[in-house]
């Protein structure tokens, strides 16, 4: 079961549609022919009409009618914030209380664990738009160490670290780019989906670049739903 955030904007619930329909077809082209299909579900921990626990409870219980035991959640969040440590699992936790243990439920790493592979891809989006320094702009955690793997992530791509929703601020980061005597600065914004919080961050970046008429402001695309993030979730479903 892939785990979203969930939103009021269509766009990321088709996305995650796009992706698990994506998955099912490349699961099955790595199974025997007498292999059963993959089962996928694909859940959201707000903005539903039901919550979390119960939807990880209608899954299982689907499961078990096949002959499974078995069902595990990847967290399709890109910090280990306070929705990973402690909603998910408060949810899961509620899910099999309901459930009686009659099914086992695993969280695996969230998807913003991997690091190395995101950087990987980052790096691509990047070195093919040419700016002087980019921001990386992430949604940011007020958790302790939850901003952690963004700064990391900021070092191994060269970039300036902001966060939408915390401190240091994009705006407060571009300012001291320009200051600096920055002229073309990239926004890299470190999120899954495209949605309402990248099209703000699209006003803001307009309303930067009205500010600083003498600097070019460019931003990138999200992650999005593309070969490279498929098979990164396909190697984290087939992790043990």
Not at 124 to 141: F, K, N
Not at 162 to 176: D, G, H, K, R
Request: net charge negative; glycine share 4%; aromatic share 6%.
């Amino acid at each position: 079961m892939l785990v979203s955030h969930g939103s009021h904007d269509p766009r990321p619930q088709q996305a995650l549609k796009q992706l698990a329909e994506r998955l099912k077809k490349r699961i099955s082209i790595r199974l025997l022919p007498s292999s059963p299909s993959p089962v996928l579900a694909t859940a959201t921990l707000e903005c539903s009409s039901v919550p979390l626990h119960q939807q990880i409870q209608q899954f299982a219980e689907y499961t078990r009618t096949l002959g499974l035991n078995q069902v595990e959640i990847l967290p399709l969040f890109l910090l280990p914030g306070v929705h990973v440590k402690e909603d998910i699992p408060q949810e899961v936790a509620r899910a099999e209380t309901a459930l009686k243990s009659t099914v086992n439920i695993k969280i695996k790493p969230y998807l913003g664990s991997q690091l190395s592979r995101l950087a990987t891809e980052l790096t691509y989006q990047i070195t093919s738009i040419p700016c002087d320094v980019w921001i990386l702009l992430s949604h940011g955690s007020r958790r302790p160490q939850g901003n952690q793997p963004v700064e990391e992530l900021a070092s191994q791509l060269g970039a300036i670290p902001a966060y939408w929703f915390t401190s240091p601020s994009l705006e407060s980061q571009v300012e001291a780019l320009v200051q600096t005597g920055y002229q073309n600065i990239g926004i890299l914004p470190y999120f899954i989906f495209a949605g309402e919080t990248t099209d703000a961050i699209t006003r803001l970046s307009e309303q930067l670049a009205e500010k600083f008429p003498q600097v070019k402001i460019m931003i990138a695309e999200p992650l999005g739903v593309n070969d490279a993030l498929v098979n990164l979730v396909i190697d984290m479903l087939t992790l043990s």
